[in-house]
């Protein structure tokens, strides 16, 4: 796993040591948190296994908001810029954080990588994390929100398989479902079951970044979420 924070492991990293990392990164996130709050914009942490469908889903959230809202992001990846590419193709103004061996974005990559966009002028800006279900779920990003991003294709243990990322999060994106009818072995009704068993309060949608459907709901749930701006969208500066 990740060499920078051991993913916990204390054979690579003392308990101690990263109960003193991830309070340092706490500090960074509530700082983050603040700016974000400030300038009245609503910060989402999207989180998913590789493959699960994130930028394809921000690629149609851009198309179902009709450039009517304002929408930002950051994507996170080990290597290369594809998924900024296709994110700035699809109209969201967007910079690539190339973690290297790094396996989730952290609140000081974050906040170092804002100083160089324009994220003020966003009105919702998306956290696109690393493909992983592990790291990313422990590390706060000064977001408002977390929101997993689960493919139908990854079958329907995967919330009993890695609790940690779904018990906290505020929703489930159930993506890819145009092809449960190509995949008799799994249902809707198996991850919702599955979810219930890991969320206090189960919250998902059921949707597909390709055909769109239930695009509708997520365009609500991220609208009902944005905070009221405090400040014109060019005062807020980072420290």
Request: proline share 5%; aromatic share 6%.
């Amino acid at each position: 796993m990740c060499n920078d924070c051991g993913c916990g492991d204390p054979a690579l990293v003392p308990v101690d040591v990263h109960e003193r990392l991830l309070a340092g990164n706490d500090r960074v996130a509530a700082h983050n948190r603040a700016h974000f709050q400030d300038a009245g914009v609503l910060a989402i942490n999207l989180m998913g296994s590789p493959g699960a469908g994130k930028t394809t889903l921000l690629e149609a959230t851009a198309r179902a908001f009709q450039g009517k809202t304002r929408l930002g992001a950051m994507s996170g990846d080990l290597a290369t810029d594809r998924d900024g590419e296709r994110l700035r193709l699809a109209g969201i103004p967007a910079k690539t954080v190339t973690t290297g061996t790094s396996c989730h974005l952290d609140a000081t990559l974050v906040h170092d990588t804002l100083h160089d966009m324009a994220w003020q002028k966003s009105d919702i800006f998306f956290l696109e994390n690393v493909g992983n279900l592990v790291c990313p779920a422990i590390y706060d990003l000064g977001q408002a929100a977390n929101v997993v991003v689960l493919s139908v294709v990854e079958g329907e243990d995967k919330p009993l398989k890695y609790p940690v990322m779904f018990k906290d999060c505020d929703l489930v994106l159930i993506n890819k479902v145009d092809l449960l009818p190509h995949l008799p072995q799994v249902s809707l009704q198996g991850f919702t079951d599955a979810l219930s068993r890991v969320m206090p309060e189960p919250r998902w949608l059921a949707v597909s970044g390709w055909t769109g459907d239930g695009m509708d709901a997520w365009v609500a749930w991220l609208n009902a979420r944005r905070p009221v701006r405090k400040v014109p969208r060019v005062s807020v500066k980072l420290a």
